[in-house]
């Protein structure tokens, strides 16, 4: 169904008083040293999604802290055994006429074991560096600090508040998913903590993403005393990269990847079969479903003779569209930041987050809530310490103002993305 305009809306942040501000500055204020502390007991453990019990300690430090904070936790595990577990927290003794609201953090990086040795966590300069310092352990810690601010104020103002950790978002949140679509469900709202962008400004909109894969399969034979037997698995492959990557520009939103190439076995042979693995994004389910029928298209305009191809589609995160009802909660997150002494803007990214699939499901969703960054998934990743503060009282403030919108109970989607 359609949101639509609501009597019990408040003016966008007015229903967070200057008092109650400055109260919940002071006691982010307060966590500050704490939150330091345990930003670099985080950063200095190996948590890359397949290094499972990293990520199993960083949930369990995570549940502690939901449970010192009243929750209720769950350990959910993986019936596959691949990843570990994924963390839900709840906090469910709330006046009955409030909303019920997500969060969501991810617990693992995307980096190697040994990562965290040989590139500690450190400040200097106000920068602090180390593996998954913003995407997304400060993300992570800011809300269970903004969560410890507001139960400063009194007893949590929702009916049910959520904070899912999960272990494998860096790998498209494959076990974790039901879990926060379970959550969404009944969600009047949800702010995901992945890192602000380098400039400040927060996420409104992410492009979706499909895992491509491109199988070419040729003929074999020997390349010095019967080439001309032979079909080449690479030299269609070649021209399929070459295909793919001339799509970047042809629509407006949508990016194309070929990231891995891999075929062949000897110098000497004629390559009887070749892998192509890509990345394509959109903005919109429109774009993606456009950008496949143009893939599979091209991908059998074969070139080679005897040479056959096989398109594998596999969506990852649908696309987070901007929607009105998302809207209203960018609006409480810009007049609060004014009020806060700083200035916030909202975007688009083609970065993926599990945003995207709460945001399919019709519910108001922001991202980008996180303190400021960049360089994400490389050996310059940074996190700005002095937006700690700032960043964390802000998501302190803007789950104060939701618990008081009387207007965020409408969805646009009823049903979740496939």
């Known amino acids: 169904m359609t949101n639509s305009a609501h009597p019990d809306r408040t003016a966008a942040g007015s229903g967070v008083t200057e008092a109650e501000l400055d109260r919940l500055r002071s006691a982010?204020?307060?966590?500050?040293?704490?939150?330091?502390?345990?930003?670099?007991?985080?950063?200095?453990?190996?948590?890359?999604?397949?290094?499972?019990?990293?990520?199993?300690?960083?949930?369990?430090?995570?549940?502690?802290?939901?449970?010192?904070l009243g929750a209720r936790?769950?350990?959910?595990?993986?019936?596959?055994?691949?990843?570990?577990?994924?963390?839900?927290?709840?906090?469910?003794?709330?006046?009955?006429?409030?909303?019920?609201?997500?969060?969501?953090?991810?617990?693992?990086?995307?980096?190697?074991?040994?990562?965290?040795?040989?590139?500690?966590?450190?400040?200097?300069?106000?920068?602090?560096?180390?593996?998954?310092?913003?995407?997304?352990?400060?993300?992570l810690l800011a809300g269970i600090h903004a969560?410890?601010?507001?139960?400063?104020?009194?007893?949590l103002p929702f009916s049910r508040l959520v904070f899912v950790a999960n272990p494998d978002e860096e790998v498209g949140s494959p076990t974790s998913t039901p879990h926060i679509r379970a959550a969404a469900a009944e969600a009047d709202a949800c702010?995901?903590?992945?890192?602000?962008?380098?400039n400040g400004d927060i996420v409104s909109a992410r492009k979706g993403t499909v895992d491509l894969g491109i199988t070419v399969r040729g003929v074999a034979a020997h390349a010095g005393v019967e080439p001309e037997k032979g079909r080449s698995a690479i030299l269609e492959a070649a021209r399929i990269v070459r295909d793919l990557h001339a799509l970047n520009g042809r629509w407006d939103g949508v990016t194309v990847n070929a990231g891995v190439?891999?075929?062949?076995?000897?110098?000497?042979?004629?390559?009887?079969?070749?892998?192509?693995?890509?990345?394509?994004?959109?903005?919109t389910a429109a774009e993606l479903a456009t950008a496949e029928e143009a893939v599979r298209s091209l991908a059998a305009a074969t070139t080679v003779p005897d040479t056959t191809v096989d398109v594998d589609w596999r969506p990852n995160f649908?696309?987070?569209?901007?929607?009105?009802?998302?809207?209203?909660?960018?609006?409480?997150?810009?007049?609060?930041?004014?009020?806060?002494?700083?200035?916030?803007?909202?975007?688009?990214?083609?970065?993926?987050?599990?945003?995207?699939?709460?945001?399919?499901?019709?519910?108001?969703?922001l991202d980008g809530l996180g303190p400021i960054g960049g360089m994400d998934h490389s050996p310059r990743e940074y996190l700005e310490v002095d937006s700690v503060g700032p960043r964390t009282t802000l998501l302190a403030a803007l789950l104060l103002a939701i618990a008081r919108d009387g207007g965020l109970g409408g969805r646009e989607v009823t049903d979740p993305p496939e």
Not at 148 to 155: E, I, K, N, T
Not at 191 to 198: D, F, M
């Open 28 to 68: 982010v204020d307060d966590g500050l040293p704490t939150y330091l502390a345990e930003l670099e007991r985080y950063v200095n453990t190996d948590c890359g999604s397949y290094t499972r019990a990293g990520v199993d300690t960083i949930g369990r430090w995570a549940g502690s802290a939901f449970e010192q």
């Open 73 to 139: 936790v769950e350990y959910r595990h993986d019936p596959d055994g691949r990843f570990g577990d994924t963390v839900v927290a709840t906090w469910e003794r709330g006046p009955a006429d409030g909303p019920s609201v997500l969060l969501i953090g991810h617990l693992d990086t995307v980096f190697d074991e040994g990562t965290a040795a040989a590139r500690p966590f450190r400040i200097e300069n106000g920068i602090a560096t180390g593996p998954g310092v913003t995407d997304m352990k400060a993300g």
């Open 147 to 155: 969560i410890g601010a507001l139960r400063s104020l009194g007893p």
């Open 191 to 198: 702010l995901v903590l992945e890192c602000a962008r380098a």
């Open 261 to 283: 190439i891999s075929g062949g076995s000897r110098p000497n042979v004629v390559a009887e079969a070749c892998r192509i693995e890509a990345d394509v994004r959109g903005r």
């Open 318 to 365: 649908p696309p987070m569209e901007k929607r009105p009802a998302s809207g209203r909660v960018v609006d409480h997150a810009l007049a609060l930041a004014g009020r806060l002494g700083f200035s916030l803007r909202d975007t688009s990214t083609g970065g993926a987050s599990d945003a995207s699939t709460v945001s399919g499901m019709g519910v108001p969703t």
